[in-house]
Protein backbone atom coordinates (compact mmCIF):
# COMPACT_ATOMS: atom_id res chain seq x y z
CA UNK A 1 0.00 0.00 0.00
CA UNK A 2 1.81 3.27 -1.28
CA UNK A 3 -0.86 5.91 0.46
CA UNK A 4 0.96 9.19 -0.08
CA UNK A 5 4.54 8.93 -1.72
CA UNK A 6 6.78 12.33 -1.49
CA UNK A 7 9.97 13.22 -3.44
CA UNK A 8 12.88 13.75 -2.89
CA UNK A 9 12.97 12.91 0.44
CA UNK A 10 16.20 15.37 1.26
CA UNK A 11 17.18 18.25 -0.47
CA UNK A 12 19.76 20.92 -0.46
CA UNK A 13 19.61 24.06 -2.59
CA UNK A 14 21.40 27.07 -2.75
CA UNK A 15 19.80 30.16 -2.07
CA UNK A 16 18.07 31.71 -5.23
CA UNK A 17 17.73 27.97 -6.78
CA UNK A 18 14.28 26.33 -7.69
CA UNK A 19 13.05 23.21 -7.16
CA UNK A 20 9.90 21.39 -7.18
CA UNK A 21 8.32 18.59 -4.39
CA UNK A 22 6.13 15.92 -5.84
CA UNK A 23 3.07 14.23 -4.10
CA UNK A 24 1.40 11.47 -5.38
CA UNK A 25 -1.58 9.27 -3.56
CA UNK A 26 -2.80 6.50 -4.81
CA UNK A 27 -6.42 6.10 -2.75
CA UNK A 28 -8.36 8.33 -5.21
CA UNK A 29 -9.08 11.00 -2.60
CA UNK A 30 -10.30 14.58 -3.47
CA UNK A 31 -8.54 16.40 -1.24
CA UNK A 32 -4.77 17.47 -1.09
CA UNK A 33 -2.62 19.54 1.36
CA UNK A 34 0.70 21.02 1.15
CA UNK A 35 2.66 21.55 5.37
CA UNK A 36 5.27 22.83 6.29
CA UNK A 37 6.94 22.35 9.93
CA UNK A 38 9.71 23.84 11.62
CA UNK A 39 11.55 23.08 14.99
CA UNK A 40 9.11 22.99 17.78
CA UNK A 41 5.99 23.74 15.47
CA UNK A 42 3.08 22.13 14.44
CA UNK A 43 2.02 22.10 10.85
CA UNK A 44 1.51 25.51 9.13
CA UNK A 45 -0.84 25.18 5.28
CA UNK A 46 0.89 26.36 2.78
CA UNK A 47 -1.44 25.22 -0.12
CA UNK A 48 -4.35 22.90 -0.40
CA UNK A 49 -6.81 21.51 -3.20
CA UNK A 50 -10.25 20.49 -2.17
CA UNK A 51 -10.95 18.99 -5.69
CA UNK A 52 -9.65 18.31 -8.61
CA UNK A 53 -8.85 21.37 -10.76
CA UNK A 54 -8.79 23.83 -7.79
CA UNK A 55 -6.33 25.27 -4.92
CA UNK A 56 -6.40 27.70 -2.51
CA UNK A 57 -3.54 29.59 -0.86
CA UNK A 58 -3.11 28.43 3.06
CA UNK A 59 -1.26 30.04 6.33
CA UNK A 60 1.82 30.59 4.42
CA UNK A 61 1.64 30.76 0.79
CA UNK A 62 4.26 33.34 0.06
CA UNK A 63 7.54 32.21 -1.92
CA UNK A 64 5.35 29.32 -3.31
CA UNK A 65 3.12 27.79 -6.01
CA UNK A 66 1.57 24.69 -6.29
CA UNK A 67 0.07 22.39 -9.43
CA UNK A 68 -3.05 19.97 -8.92
CA UNK A 69 -1.97 17.89 -12.29
CA UNK A 70 -4.37 15.62 -11.89
CA UNK A 71 -6.50 14.08 -9.36
CA UNK A 72 -3.36 12.06 -7.90
CA UNK A 73 -0.84 14.15 -8.16
CA UNK A 74 -0.23 17.84 -6.32
CA UNK A 75 2.88 19.34 -6.51
CA UNK A 76 4.82 22.49 -4.66
CA UNK A 77 7.25 24.83 -6.30
CA UNK A 78 10.10 27.01 -4.66
CA UNK A 79 10.94 29.48 -7.61
CA UNK A 80 13.30 31.34 -5.48
CA UNK A 81 14.32 29.22 -2.51
CA UNK A 82 15.21 31.52 0.50
CA UNK A 83 16.58 30.12 3.71
CA UNK A 84 13.49 30.66 5.45
CA UNK A 85 12.41 28.44 3.71
CA UNK A 86 14.21 25.73 4.89
CA UNK A 87 11.77 23.61 6.62
CA UNK A 88 10.21 19.62 6.65
CA UNK A 89 7.34 19.59 4.11
CA UNK A 90 4.47 17.24 4.64
CA UNK A 91 2.19 16.19 2.01
CA UNK A 92 -1.36 15.35 2.79
CA UNK A 93 -4.49 14.05 1.26
CA UNK A 94 -8.02 12.67 2.35
CA UNK A 95 -11.15 11.53 0.72
CA UNK A 96 -13.19 14.81 0.85
CA UNK A 97 -12.63 18.38 2.16
CA UNK A 98 -15.11 17.81 5.15
CA UNK A 99 -14.20 14.49 6.69
CA UNK A 100 -12.11 11.78 7.17
CA UNK A 101 -8.74 11.05 7.89
CA UNK A 102 -5.86 12.63 6.41
CA UNK A 103 -3.23 10.62 5.18
CA UNK A 104 0.36 11.99 5.56
CA UNK A 105 3.85 11.22 3.38
CA UNK A 106 6.78 11.01 5.00
CA UNK A 107 7.98 14.30 4.39
CA UNK A 108 10.77 15.97 2.31
CA UNK A 109 13.60 17.72 4.72
CA UNK A 110 14.69 20.68 2.67
CA UNK A 111 18.01 22.92 3.43
CA UNK A 112 18.97 26.57 1.57
CA UNK A 113 22.15 27.54 2.15
CA UNK B 1 -7.98 34.64 10.90
CA UNK B 2 -8.46 31.01 11.07
CA UNK B 3 -7.09 29.67 14.29
CA UNK B 4 -6.92 26.96 15.94
CA UNK B 5 -4.98 26.89 19.46
CA UNK B 6 -3.53 23.80 21.79
CA UNK B 7 -2.71 23.83 25.24
CA UNK B 8 -0.26 23.52 27.10
CA UNK B 9 2.64 23.81 24.60
CA UNK B 10 4.65 21.31 26.73
CA UNK B 11 3.90 18.88 29.38
CA UNK B 12 6.03 16.50 31.60
CA UNK B 13 4.82 14.22 33.16
CA UNK B 14 6.12 10.65 34.92
CA UNK B 15 4.57 7.43 34.04
CA UNK B 16 1.18 5.79 35.04
CA UNK B 17 -0.05 9.97 35.14
CA UNK B 18 -3.28 11.05 33.47
CA UNK B 19 -2.88 13.58 31.04
CA UNK B 20 -5.18 16.37 29.47
CA UNK B 21 -4.37 17.88 26.25
CA UNK B 22 -7.15 20.47 24.59
CA UNK B 23 -7.98 22.19 21.68
CA UNK B 24 -9.79 25.15 20.97
CA UNK B 25 -11.09 26.11 17.36
CA UNK B 26 -13.36 29.08 15.75
CA UNK B 27 -15.12 28.24 13.16
CA UNK B 28 -18.71 27.06 13.57
CA UNK B 29 -20.60 25.07 11.64
CA UNK B 30 -17.98 22.10 10.78
CA UNK B 31 -17.70 18.32 10.39
CA UNK B 32 -14.92 16.71 11.43
CA UNK B 33 -12.01 17.58 14.38
CA UNK B 34 -8.78 15.52 14.23
CA UNK B 35 -6.32 14.13 16.50
CA UNK B 36 -2.50 12.90 15.97
CA UNK B 37 0.48 11.65 17.14
CA UNK B 38 3.86 12.58 16.14
CA UNK B 39 7.01 11.31 17.01
CA UNK B 40 10.50 11.53 14.57
CA UNK B 41 8.33 11.62 11.57
CA UNK B 42 4.90 11.78 9.78
CA UNK B 43 1.98 12.25 12.25
CA UNK B 44 -0.17 9.04 13.02
CA UNK B 45 -4.23 8.91 12.77
CA UNK B 46 -5.92 9.13 16.28
CA UNK B 47 -9.01 10.44 16.21
CA UNK B 48 -11.94 11.96 13.97
CA UNK B 49 -14.44 13.74 16.12
CA UNK B 50 -17.72 14.86 14.09
CA UNK B 51 -20.83 14.80 17.10
CA UNK B 52 -20.34 16.79 20.04
CA UNK B 53 -20.53 14.63 23.62
CA UNK B 54 -19.55 11.22 21.94
CA UNK B 55 -15.96 9.99 23.41
CA UNK B 56 -13.98 8.17 21.33
CA UNK B 57 -11.67 5.67 22.82
CA UNK B 58 -8.52 3.94 22.02
CA UNK B 59 -6.92 1.91 24.90
CA UNK B 60 -5.37 4.20 27.17
CA UNK B 61 -6.39 7.31 24.63
CA UNK B 62 -10.00 8.57 24.51
CA UNK B 63 -11.24 12.34 22.98
CA UNK B 64 -14.31 14.00 23.28
CA UNK B 65 -15.75 16.94 20.87
CA UNK B 66 -17.46 20.32 22.43
CA UNK B 67 -19.23 22.34 19.56
CA UNK B 68 -20.93 24.57 21.76
CA UNK B 69 -17.91 25.85 23.54
CA UNK B 70 -15.68 25.23 19.90
CA UNK B 71 -13.00 22.43 22.03
CA UNK B 72 -11.72 19.32 22.57
CA UNK B 73 -9.60 17.27 24.90
CA UNK B 74 -8.03 14.29 24.62
CA UNK B 75 -7.13 12.16 27.28
CA UNK B 76 -3.89 9.77 28.15
CA UNK B 77 -4.33 7.89 31.28
CA UNK B 78 -1.68 5.39 32.45
CA UNK B 79 1.11 7.42 30.41
CA UNK B 80 4.28 5.40 28.98
CA UNK B 81 7.38 6.67 27.94
CA UNK B 82 6.20 5.43 24.87
CA UNK B 83 3.05 8.05 24.70
CA UNK B 84 6.40 11.05 24.87
CA UNK B 85 5.37 12.81 21.28
CA UNK B 86 3.70 15.93 19.86
CA UNK B 87 0.16 15.76 20.25
CA UNK B 88 -1.51 18.22 17.30
CA UNK B 89 -5.43 18.48 16.20
CA UNK B 90 -6.36 20.02 12.85
CA UNK B 91 -9.77 22.18 12.76
CA UNK B 92 -11.18 23.67 9.79
CA UNK B 93 -10.03 26.83 8.55
CA UNK B 94 -13.03 29.44 7.70
CA UNK B 95 -15.10 29.99 4.55
CA UNK B 96 -15.84 26.82 4.02
CA UNK B 97 -12.97 25.91 1.54
CA UNK B 98 -12.02 23.15 3.02
CA UNK B 99 -8.90 24.07 4.87
CA UNK B 100 -7.51 22.07 7.57
CA UNK B 101 -5.48 23.97 10.02
CA UNK B 102 -3.19 22.48 12.90
CA UNK B 103 -2.70 24.16 16.00
CA UNK B 104 0.71 24.68 17.40
CA UNK B 105 1.10 20.69 19.08
CA UNK B 106 1.66 19.44 22.66
CA UNK B 107 4.98 18.03 23.15
CA UNK B 108 4.22 15.35 25.99
CA UNK B 109 7.31 13.91 27.92
CA UNK B 110 6.70 10.72 29.83
CA UNK B 111 9.81 10.21 32.02
CA UNK B 112 10.19 6.55 33.81
Known amino acids: NAGVTQTPKFQVLKTGQSMTLQCAQD?????MYWYRQDPGMGLRLIYY???????DKGEVPNGYNVSRLNKREFSLRLESAAPSQTSVYFC????????????FGEGSRLTVL | EDKVVQSPLSLVVHEGDTVTLNCSYE??????LLWYKQEKKAPTFLFML????IEKKSGRLSSILDKKELFSILNITATQTGDSAIYLCAGPGSGNTGKLIFGQGTTLQVKP
Open chain 1, 27 to 31: MNHNS
Open chain 2, 27 to 32: VTNFRS
Open chain 1, 92 to 103: ASRRDSWTGELF
Open chain 2, 50 to 53: TSSG
Open chain 1, 49 to 55: SASEGTT
